[in-house]
């Protein structure tokens, strides 16, 4: 019974809603093999899969899946902000580093949005570091349509900036 | 076995830091009375308070009490943000409307921040309403040594910009 929808999508690839425990250790590998993140964040993405299978939609944690060949290969993670009215925060979208470079990221993220636009979303925000080793991701997310909104100097660390996207739906 | 703090405060008020199933009610009270807030803000506010007595400080919220006279007259919710080092959150500062006008808000601010400052942290955020009514609270903010640093605007909803603001320790 899976939601994975099947339409549009590059052969062999689904998409999948629903969250399952295995999803723990999916999601713990595809965000560690993109060596982009220290233990500590790798183990929030991991949390937040647990507060979905735990709490269910009751969490906030919304998710999107892609899998090829059985093997989930990427995620994205949002959620509607609280105390606003049709805000969303992408809270993480990533791809298993040797699936990079195929498009999957901008799937796994038009397919958040279509959900979020969906139940009456406005505005989608992405944090993301003004560290130099994000200037992909920076570019991913302009390309994607979104803007830089606000930075928020030391933010993260010493000489490490938040930097804060959005789109308007 | 109250952590109370006596020195230095005006007569017959007291600090408290230890969360009990009483502040509850206190929270919801205290912030109804300010007038400022919905009833899903306000749920939100008690939800910090349930999440703080049913983890501890794993729920990653810590509460500074102010009391008079035993009762419970303002509070301020503060803590850790996920995946920075050093950077805290100012979630929640309230003081019952009977008990405005007198310093309140600016000592359980400053306890906060005394809290923060012992623990490490670096920089406090605030985030609030672009909206009229919160003139009252910007000015208090920055009167506190805290600057506008970013604005997302319609954050909150259509015409409600979020502004953050933040203080360096």
Known sequence: MSAAVAAGLPAGLALREEVRPADLEAVRAIVASTGFFRPDEIDVAVELVEERLARGAASGYEFVFAER???????????????????????????????????????????????????????VYIETSSQPRYEPT????????????????????????????????
Chains 1, 2 share one sequence.
């Not at 930075?151 to 938040?162: I, S």
């Open 69 to 123: 060949g059985g093997a989930t290969v990427g995620y994205a993670c949002f959620g509607p902000i609280a105390c606003t009215l049709g805000s969303y925060d992408l809270f993480w979208i990533a791809v298993e580093e040797g699936c990079r470079g195929q498009g999957l990221g901008r799937l796994l993220l038009g397919q958040a949005e279509a959900r979020i636009r969906a139940v009456g979303g406005r505005r």
């Open 138 to 169: 920076r570019g991913f997310y302009h390309a994607a349509g979104y803007a830089l909104e606000a930075r928020l100097v030391e933010f993260y660390a010493p000489g490490d900036d938040k930097l804060v996207y959005v789109r308007a739906l």
